[in-house]
């Protein structure tokens, strides 16, 4: 098995030409992030793709990683300050991300040619989130995995609504392995301070669905 991450930026037609650039670029850099690269276990850069300026997608050869990926993504466009000039607290840039794992049956070099189960799922179900409201869901062969990680995302999407840019740019950090000392030094703010914008962004129930969502997923590879 594999997975296709496919995502659209929300009212991206909404967005002046600048910021438009300024979020693809954020998005743009996620796959090109030494260290994003290196907290997957993925060729990320190798399989990543915008089409028609909001449309993201990407292939991801190791399965587990397809939660970590989109959070990636979930957290940076979050993490994204349109007015750098004005102190911003909520996110002014969100993002709808499908999860589709399956099988992949023509596999080539450009995602945007490549089909199969797993680009199916992805796809169909990032077209039903635009008429149901959800931010993240995901799609597998199996209606029981999909119905306990679906459930857990719905409480996830709760929690989501509560970051600030700032406690995304942190979650962002946090998910590339930084250590809270490095975000420290990285942003210029104290330890505590990062440990505390963790906290109030849920990062330990986080945490555990990124492992649950491994666990469950290695066990059906």
Not at 186 to 205: F, M, P, Y
């Amino acid at each position: 098995m594999k997975a296709v991450v496919t995502a659209d930026i929300i009212d991206y037609t909404k967005l002046s030409s600048n910021d438009a650039t300024r979020v693809i670029d954020t998005i743009s850099s996620v796959f090109n992030n030494p260290k994003a690269l290196s907290s997957v276990r993925t060729n990320l850069n190798a399989t990543f793709s915008i089409k028609r300026g909001d449309s993201i997608q990407v292939e991801i050869g190791v399965p587990e990683d397809a939660l970590k990926v989109a959070l990636l993504l979930k957290t940076a466009v979050n993490a994204v300050n349109l007015t750098p000039e004005k102190k911003r607290n909520k996110p002014m840039v969100d993002m709808r991300i499908a999860i589709g794992i399956g099988e992949i049956d023509a596999q080539r070099s450009d995602v945007n040619i490549s089909s199969g189960e797993a680009y199916e799922h992805s796809g169909r179900t990032l077209d039903t989130m635009k008429k149901s409201k959800r931010k993240i869901l995901i799609k597998t062969h199996s209606e029981q995995w999909d119905n306990e990680i679906n459930t857990e995302l719905a409480l996830l999407e709760e929690i989501m609504k509560g970051w600030k840019i700032t406690s995304a740019e942190v979650l962002y950090l946090t998910l590339l392995g930084l250590r809270e000392k490095d975000i420290e030094a990285e942003l210029g703010i104290t330890q505590s301070a990062v440990n505390q914008r963790k906290a109030n962004a849920g990062w330990s129930g986080l945490e555990a669905l990124i492992n649950r969502f491994e666990e469950l997923i290695s066990g059906g590879n």
